[in-house]
Antibody
Framework: QVQLVESGGTVVPPGGSLRLSCATS????????LHWVRQAPGKGLEWVAF????????FYADSVKGRFTISRDNSKGTLYLQMDSLRLEDTAVYYC?????????WGQGTLVAVSS | QSALTQPRSVSGSPGQSVTISCTGT?????????VSWFQQPPGKAPKLIIYDVSQRPSGVPDRFSGSKSGNTASLTISGLQAEDEADYYC??????????FGGGTKVTVL
């Protein structure tokens, strides 16, 4: 069955960096675009970034553009999110989701807390 | 990249129907069929329940239905059940590889 498992979330100081991973199984990874979506505590969902199936094209929400980098390793079936210059407002549970338009499968999320 | 507009909460008794609206613009909801709905129980990850405005993934009960008129999409839950109590989010493609979510609606079963 399709599985997505995020990892890498932790407490990080403002201005710090962090890399999240999303390990996948159960589908042909290299055939699907993938998203990162986040949810601040007690708040709604916010789209963060998307990478096409081939990894050559990457797109970002204005709130993270220039600070976050999405990437993927099709040989490992893994999606990444490099987060630099972290701000307090980046505190959230970060989810990875499969499929460009359907977002049909999600991971369980990993918590990133930006705090001094 | 403005969020889509959803009511903060809706409620209904078991067996009743409730409808959640999701209002966007002619650049997102009004322009594309790529409107999805997600159900998120407390403390859990979102789950896809409607895609392409009105399509149900395998395993989603037919009590859940979606529609769209102009810049507003809607999710209807018919025959409301206790297990339907959750937060519900709409999401639309907005062009140029940008996606936008609604603010979320809390469904309470009375």
């Amino acid at each position: 069955q399709v599985q997505l498992v995020e990892s890498g979330g932790t407490v990080v100081p403002p201005g710090g960096s962090l890399r999240l991973s999303c390990a996948t199984s159960g589908f042909t990874f290299s055939s699907y675009g993938l998203h990162w979506v986040r949810q601040a505590p007690g708040k709604g969902l916010e789209w963060v970034a998307f990478v096409r199936y081939d990894g050559d094209n990457k797109f970002y929400a204005d709130s993270v553009k220039g600070r976050f980098t999405i990437s993927r390793d099709n040989s490992k079936g893994t999606l990444y999110l490099q987060m630099d210059s972290l701000r307090l407002e980046d505190t959230a549970v970060y989810y990875c989701a499969k499929d460009q338009f359907r977002l049909d499968y999600w991971g369980q999320g990993t918590l990133v807390a930006v705090s001094s | 990249q403005s969020a889509l507009t959803q009511p903060r909460s809706v409620s209904g008794s078991p067996g009743q129907s409730v409808t959640i609206s999701c209002t966007g613009t002619s650049s997102d909801v009004g322009h594309y069929i790529f409107v999805s709905w997600f159900q998120q129980p407390p403390g859990k990850a979102p789950k896809l329940i409607i895609y392409d405005v009105s399509q149900r993934p395998s395993g989603v009960p037919d009590r859940f239905s979606g529609s769209k008129s102009g810049n507003t999409a809607s999710l209807t839950i018919s025959g409301l059940q206790a297990e339907d109590e959750a937060d519900y989010y709409c999401c639309s493609y907005a062009g140029n590889y940008i996606w936008v979510f609604g603010g979320g609606t809390k469904v309470t079963v009375l």
